[in-house]
């Protein structure tokens, strides 16, 4: 018999008010100041469906360049026997883990008309349509390619020794691999599409129309008019309800397992295409590596102390303490998620819907709960950045971690119930042990993308609070190039010490 059941309630209803009061509220409070809003027309007016046509334009464009490059790389990286591979793949990744704002900036010191191989030729391509995709979609590509990664390595091994005995290799990649790893790599277009929906940093530096930068001019700036703002979000609630209800259907009710990890991984001998290979590999890996060494060569180092503030600091702590909250959260319900439990899954859908909606809605919704007399102490403060962080990434728990738990085995836990162990002495006797690997993985995910974000921290950080991407945001119009450069650059080094000691600490985990 299972003791204390009702710590298992309590316990899922405390991770349930978290998102509650970070997604659910925000969203509710919106959808009604909408309807009631004085600006209600504007949602009737002819400019603001087209924007909203040429936003989700680009977003798709840049998602058929990442399918382009992610895909081929991701079952390249993944099943050949490609040199250095591993490095190749880190390489690759790390520009995922930046502010795509900071990969405008670089590739601006690059192809702008004083960039080092800039001319006016290349700069007209940089800042328009073309240049927006083509940054967007380098800087999103390694999310295809870590997930076509995942998909392809869920693979029973056995089928591909099957199909070796009738067809070559290209033909069991199109016949098989692909095929059988589409929802991962389906998950992976849903996710590009929706970061590039509510990009707002790189269209506005490249000067180019975006949906997310007309919400962004109604709050943080000069024509502020939050009204106007709340009535355009609700189109784009309207799309994150879509993907939420896509991903629903492309993966929610399929096995987590098909983003599982496999250890008896199958690869392919590419024979006299191994140096070709290997060589459009590596290119591509150094390609999306290029912004950032022209950031490095433009940076001024002389008075950055003087123009970081707090910025590194806010965005360490912020970072830190909504990454550990969004690991808790996580836990509890990932672990519902991984046996099925209904509620469970219906909070897992709220933090799909989340993430998959553009962070100006999410900032926006969070203005319209917080910002009040009665709860300043939230809104005025680096709690409501971690709150929304919490909002915007709650997903990044739960999913990893209810993987992780479906692939282990639940006897343990199971037979500990039995003899009267309550849900937290289970939980934390045996699950968090057991997991302590993907947890701090998820953790370590969580955090970096907590680093990363401009979108949402960008219309609510509270004096004082800013961080470092609000930060350079904030700078890249009036500030100094090189001083500019100089906090891009030190941005990416956080970025790569903390990636680094994550995965070595990882890397000891296993050991352990």
């Known amino acids: 018999m299972c003791g204390r059941p009702w710590q298992e309630r309590a316990a899922v209803a405390l991770a349930g008010a978290v998102l509650l009061a970070s997604v659910a509220a925000p969203l509710v409070v919106l959808a009604a100041d909408g309807v009631h809003a004085d600006a209600r027309a504007m949602l009737t007016a002819a400019s603001t469906w087209s924007l909203l046509a040429w936003s989700s334009a680009l977003a798709a464009l840049v998602t058929a360049v990442a399918l382009t490059v992610g895909v081929p790389l991701g079952v390249l990286l993944g099943r050949t026997d490609i040199v250095a591979r591993r490095a190749a793949f880190l390489a690759h990744a790390f520009p995922m883990f930046l502010p795509p704002l900071l990969l405008a900036l670089g590739w601006f010191h ?43 390595d869920a693979i029973d091994p056995s089928l591909i020794e099957a199909a070796r005995l009738l067809a070559r290799p290209p033909r069991i990649t199109a016949r098989i691999l692909v095929p059988i790893a589409w929802p991962a790599i389906a998950l992976g277009a849903l996710v590009v599409f929706s970061l590039a929906f509510s990009e707002l940093g790189v269209p506005m530096f490249l000067r180019v129309r975006a949906y997310p930068a007309a919400v962004f001019a109604r709050l943080g700036g000069v024509d502020y008019a939050p009204g106007e703002a709340f009535v355009l979000v609700l189109p784009q609630l309207a799309i994150g309800a879509a993907l939420l209800c896509i991903e629903r259907r492309a993966i929610g009710r399929r096995p987590l397992t098909v983003l599982g990890l496999r250890r008896d991984r199958l690869v392919f001998a590419l024979g006299a295409w191994r140096p070709i290979a290997t060589a459009a590999c590596w290119a591509i890996a150094l390609l999306g590596l290029a912004p950032i060494a022209a950031l490095a060569s433009r940076a001024s180092w002389r008075e950055l102390g003087s123009w970081l503030g707090a910025s590194a600091r806010n965005g360490l702590i912020d970072g830190a303490v909504a990454a550990t909250a969004v690991t808790a959260v996580g836990l509890v319900i990932g672990r519902g998620v991984a046996r099925a439990q209904a509620p469970a899954r219906a909070l897992d859908a709220l933090a799909v819907l989340a993430f998959v909606t553009p962070g100006a809605v999410l900032g926006a919704g969070l203005i319209a709960v917080w910002n009040r007399p009665a709860t300043q102490l939230v809104y005025g403060t680096s709690a409501i950045v971690v709150l929304g962080y919490v909002a915007r990434y709650a997903v990044l728990g739960t999913r990893p971690i209810a993987i992780a738990l479906a692939r282990g085995a639940a006897s343990l836990e199971d037979a500990a119930a039995t003899v009267g162990a309550g849900y937290l002495r289970r939980l934390v006797r045996i699950v968090v042990p057991s997991h302590a690997r993907a947890l701090a993985g998820t953790w370590l995910l969580a955090f970096v993308f907590c680093l990363r974000d401009l979108e949402t921290a960008v219309l609510y950080y509270p004096p004082g609070g800013q961080t470092l991407p609000v930060r350079i945001f904030a700078l890249e119009a009036n500030g100094r190039p090189a001083v500019v450069a100089g906090l891009a650059v030190l941005h990416a080094l956080i970025t790569a010490g903390v990636l680094a000691l994550g995965l070595a600490l990882l890397r000891a985990r296993r050991t352990w």
């Open 110 to 152: 690059l192809f702008g008309q004083s960039g080092l191989v800039g001319s006016d030729a290349t700069a007209r391509i940089l800042f328009g349509p073309a240049g927006v995709v083509g940054v967007l979609g380098l800087a999103f590509a390694p999310i295809m390619t870590a997930l076509t990664m995942l998909g392809l």
